[in-house]
């Protein structure tokens, strides 16, 4: 019998919904908010849900059900330790992941991980897409397989997305995704950061993340350890 489907380890950067308590109409509500913040970043994004904190049960079907009503997809669970509770999990159809494995094991596959890595951060970026006239609310810009120089605004509501690095000269006020095929040596440069949200390789700070010294100031974005660095330009 022929074999039309081959099976690979991969890696992918997923977020992580932390509940710290099992009040799931308040979790859901600030969850609704931060979505609401980037809806075409976040919608139909693949999260896990860390659940170390919480002590008492866990409906776990309600839980599914209200992420999903955020536009939010949830896939795993990960700090759950009590035999009851992964199964419960399992059960309403979430997968099990802890320190050691996550989506995979990371031991297992560093070696075709960084090999992965390697490729893409070495992947030549031959042209510049250059944008002069302001990105205005509601407009998308992809410069696929390139860097992304906008010389003018980004305004609230709009996104600028580049495989490579991303320079702004002018206000960023909606939002930037560098390295959006996860190469993580990617940049972003602003002349005055005011973002709704940026991202570097699939991490990403919104608004409420970046502290007040960066806040309308020339910053350079760089991805450390999968972390976001901000530094001043000044």
Same mark, same amino acid.
């Given at each position: 019998?022929?074999?039309?489907?081959?099976?690979?380890?991969?890696?992918?950067?997923?977020?992580?919904?932390?509940?710290?308590?099992? =009040?799931?109409?308040?979790?859901?509500?600030? /969850?609704?908010?931060? @979505?609401? #913040?980037?809806?075409?970043?976040?919608?139909?994004?693949?999260?896990?849900?860390?659940?170390?904190?919480?002590? #008492?049960? $866990?409906?776990? +079907?309600?839980?599914?059900?209200?992420?999903?009503?955020?536009?939010? $997809?949830? $896939?795993?669970?990960?700090?759950?330790?009590?035999?009851?509770?992964?199964?419960?999990? %399992?059960?309403?159809?979430?997968?099990?992941?802890?320190?050691? %494995?996550?989506?995979?094991?990371?031991?297992?596959?560093?070696?075709?991980? !960084?090999? +992965? #890595? *390697?490729?893409?951060?070495? &992947? !030549?970026?031959?042209?510049?897409?250059?944008?002069? *006239?302001? $990105? %205005?609310?509601?407009?998308?810009?992809?410069?696929? =397989?390139? =860097?992304? @120089? @906008?010389?003018?605004?980004?305004?609230?509501?709009?996104?600028?997305?580049?495989?490579?690095?991303?320079?702004?000269?002018?206000? /960023?006020?909606? %939002?930037?995704?560098?390295?959006?095929?996860?190469? #993580? !040596?990617?940049?972003?440069?602003?002349?005055?950061?005011?973002?709704?949200?940026?991202?570097?390789?699939?991490?990403?700070?919104?608004? !409420? +993340?970046?502290? &007040? =010294?960066?806040?309308?100031?020339?910053? /350079?974005?760089?991805?450390?350890?999968?972390?976001?660095?901000?530094?001043?330009?000044?």
């Amino acid at each position: 019998m022929s074999n039309n489907i081959e099976l690979k380890g991969s890696s992918f950067t997923l977020s992580v919904i932390h509940l710290h308590d099992n =009040d799931l109409d308040k979790a859901i509500q600030n /969850l609704n908010h931060k @979505v609401q #913040q980037a809806p075409s970043f976040f919608s139909s994004a693949p999260v896990v849900i860390n659940i170390s904190k919480i002590k #008492q049960s $866990v409906d776990f +079907n309600l839980l599914k059900k209200e992420i999903f009503s955020t536009g939010l $997809v949830p $896939v795993g669970i990960t700090g759950c330790s009590q035999p009851e509770l992964i199964e419960n999990a %399992r059960q309403s159809g979430f997968a099990i992941m802890n320190a050691g %494995r996550q989506i995979v094991n990371h031991h297992d596959e560093k070696p075709h991980q !960084e090999n +992965n #890595q *390697t490729e893409t951060s070495n &992947k !030549e970026h031959s042209k510049t897409k250059i944008i002069k *006239t302001p $990105v %205005r609310s509601g407009q998308q810009i992809y410069a696929q =397989d390139c =860097d992304l @120089v @906008v010389m003018n605004n980004v305004s609230a509501g709009a996104e600028i997305i580049s495989d490579g690095n991303i320079h702004i000269y002018g206000t /960023l006020r909606g %939002r930037a995704i560098a390295g959006a095929q996860g190469n #993580q !040596e990617s940049i972003i440069f602003c002349n005055n950061l005011k973002p709704e949200l940026i991202s570097i390789a699939g991490n990403y700070w919104l608004s !409420e +993340n970046i502290a &007040k =010294d960066y806040w309308a100031q020339p910053t /350079l974005t760089t991805l450390q350890n999968n972390n976001l660095n901000i530094q001043l330009l000044v």
